[in-house]
């Protein structure tokens, strides 16, 4: 018995922690309606710096100007106590910096608009702690944890430690002050108004930046607080754990309609309890307890209990093309396409010869680009040539099933990543368990990722924006956590003779992605493309006129899960195996999310440029660079870029030519047939009632 | 012949009856005008009929055999029963022409997915049709030189048009119109009479229509159905309604 109390203390401390999030994510959402997915980041961020502070990291900066050269270095320690402050202090200045930078200019996105803008944030800020704090994992030691480890009191043979007592301590403190600013000040009750409702509030003069401002101040102060405490009570911490953290956070706000914070904080403490528990029943299962956190999120979603819905903004399209982007921050202005093609216009006479060159370029270009990857083996290269050749193409896959998931269909899904670990999985058992030779694995690969893509579809029949990405992260992080640690060195497939040459294999995925291409090319300018985005732009109005909502979402989750599947099962052939871990987790799906955003969401010929942009240059400059040496410098770019392309444009690089010729075709303004109303029926005016 | 039979239908939304029994009958072919004050249930009832709402209690009968109102909103477009919306609503981002192909995606019985990628033969045929009916609608509202532009783009009055262009192009045989006349000018009013006309005649379908403007729904109805609480309190011929004393009490008030 005293075996099954031992799990409270551990399992209420991790659920104060979960709850301090929870707390904070509820905080920015009542204020700004932003479900913030970069809090999990934030916190980490924090952390990291808090512990690097505390052990004396050293920091170094060399510059060059001219014939000067300059280096400065410091290594800044201070005692825990003494380091806090100033940790809070960098996370308050990082809270308010994320607020005007990135969360003003979309004062009034639309729900996804700010789910995919937090996600690159996300990104952006795992990118930079893992540049200047390195990769390896934050160990707290004994030495520098919040509070001693010694046990503080004990309870039936069950010890609780100060650590583990402090910190709940802290939670029920904060939870407590929140609450009462939530009560008791005007700027807590201007925020539960605005929670309320927004355009009213604003009527009435509460002004909804500086609630923003207050919110994201608070928010990540409590961030910085929690991860402080996290990595503390966790020991072993990295930067992969943001993304389980966010969704731990947000499964515990999302019980509280994201709005109510007792109901979050006791979700928070319930979640961390439970995870203990059945960890406790199963002790020989690696991560039991999370997978048992992901099912029931995923399960609660799906059953859509009325008070998950208390505070939700249930936009009713989609939000991806029509929520207004920002248009009014300078940043944003500054690569807005419509001003910069205004100033090309000023600047070279034209008249319609540019817009004969860009109907020209369209057909050129993308036949000169096939050519090119046709023939590429037999360029002039270097040795290392085909891993990075066969890296783009399978960047290119995901990218496309990202395209028809996201672009077209409107379904948010942070989980595509999850089907590289499907194909290889479908290859290694097609080609082992069944013993089929070259050709069958790569099918069987396909073939599983259908029913897999029914399965992470059903939640989305009845989800949709923040619900489903919540829904689909909790699926990625269950694949990342089941599914890919099973992956082992026995996981090879056979090459055939035929493929052993880098330029075979070179062809062979070149073949895949044709056809992949061919197939989405078609889809797009027929009846099944048509219904995808009538689904986005509207489910209600694509129903009004026969569309089944259900077949055409599973057909698209079906079709993008087997393009990510087929990528999938070619990276297994490239590496003769199913050994690569990195690229099925919910890490790299969400940069290739921002990768796919930036490329072009909504257009074939993004993958292409997305592939080229993200996957080809990366990799053959990382393989000039030495090795060992890694840099961060591609998902900051795809992040930032992300942030900055929502911002003009929702439908990213590729639309640019679709929108600088409805720029420039200039609709001459025929008349509504409606205005010139001659030929009027004689139609009994209602004076002539008889009395 | 009866189109649609509506038989005592009930809907409640907490304490209020949105819909308290409402009966009446549509003749096949005929435009049918709904009036009644805000509240009167008209636009629940169209819900109704649609599949957006379900009834709590009563029947719904299509073709005097289709029970509606146990089918999903999609299989009553299959069927053939056409709607606007109040506000006037089509898919945003695209252009009038792709969204006037897009709604008739049910109409195409030869384009499955696979015939659809491959291009074969009646899947082609499915796309021509489409394309050239499109066309056609597009030309039958007067948008034809505004087919390139997104519905984004539309004023409210243009949105109004496309979305009876739709609406025709997705071939209903029973078309629901709720106020087509709203949010555009007075002006602007008078041309749509001929214009709605125009659709019902070249559609050959039953059409019931919920208006405010009252010189352009009894200048176009064959006949009028007038709620009020949920209910029907009379129908008729225009002149008919229009004499009736509750009609004129509760509806038309000052004027008699």
Known sequence: MSAFFGTFPPGLVTGAVYAMLAMGLVLTYKATRVPNFAYGAMATLIAFFHYSL???????????????????????????????????????????????????????????????????????????????????????????????????????????????????????????????FFRFTSTGLAIRAVATDRDVSSLLGVSSSQLSVVSWLGGSMVAGLAGIALASVIVTSNPDLLFTLTIKGFAAAVVGGMVSLPIAVGAGFGIGLVEQIVQHYFPRTVGAGELFTLAAVIVVLALRPPWIFRGIRDDEDSGLTSGPGAGNSVLARLIDPAEAWRLVKAAVPTDGRVGRWFRVLRWVVPIALAVLAVAFPLLPLPGFWALPANLTLIDLLVVLSFVVLVGWLGQISVAQGAFIAVGGAGTVITAHTLGLPFPFPILGAVALSVPVSILIGLPALRLRGLHLVIATLAFGLAVQEAVLPRFTAASFVRVPHLLRSDGAKYEMSLLFVAIALLVCWRVQRTRVGRSFVAIRESETVATAYGIRPVRTKLTGFVLSGAIASLAGALLTYQLGGAFNQTYGTVAFSITWLSQSVVAGITSIAGPVIGALLFGLYPALSQGAVSAGHVSYLPEITAGVLTILIMAVNPEGLASMSRFVRSRTSAFEEAPSPLAEADDVDEVPPMTEVPA | M??????????????????????????????????????????????CISGFRRPDTGSILLDGAVELTTKPPWARASLGVGRTFQNARLFRS????????????????????????????????????????ADEVLELVGLTAHGDKPASELSTGMLRLAELAAVVANRPSLLLLDEPSSGIAQRETEALGPILRRLAGYLGATVLIIEHDMPLIMGISDSIVAMAAGAVVTAGTPEDVRAHPEVLRSYLGAAG
């Open chain 1, 54 to 180: 505390v052990r004396g990291k050293r920091y170094s900066i060399t510059i060059h100007l001219l014939f000067l050269h300059v280096h400065i270095h410091a290594r800044p320690q201070l005692p825990f106590w003494g380091a806090l402050p100033v940790s809070l202090a960098l996370a308050a200045v990082l809270g308010l910096g994320i607020e005007r930078i990135v969360i003003r200019p979309f004062a009034r996105a639309s729900t996804v608009t700010m789910i995919i803008v937090t996600l690159a944030l996300a990104t952006v800020l795992d990118a930079v702690a893992q540049q200047i704090f390195g990769g390896q994992d934050l160990i707290v030691s004994n030495h520098d944890a919040i509070f001693p480890r010694t046990p503080a009191f004990s309870v039936g043979g069950v010890n609780v430690s100060w650590e583990q007592l402090g910190v709940v301590l802290i939670v029920l403190g904060l939870a407590a002050a929140v609450f009462a």
């Open chain 2, 2 to 47: 009866t189109k649609l039979e509506i038989r005592d239908v009930r809907l409640r939304f907490g304490g209020v009856r949105a819909l308290d029994g409402a009966t009446f009958d549509v003749p096949e072919g005929q435009i049918v005008g709904i009036i009644g004050p805000n509240g009167a249930g008209k636009t629940t009832l169209f819900d």
């Open chain 2, 94 to 133: 695209l252009p009038i022409r792709e969204n006037l192909r897009a709604v008739q995606h049910d109409r195409m019985r030869h384009s499955g997915f696979v015939r659809s990628v491959m291009g074969l033969g009646g899947a082609r045929r499915d796309e021509a049709d489409v394309a050239a009916r």
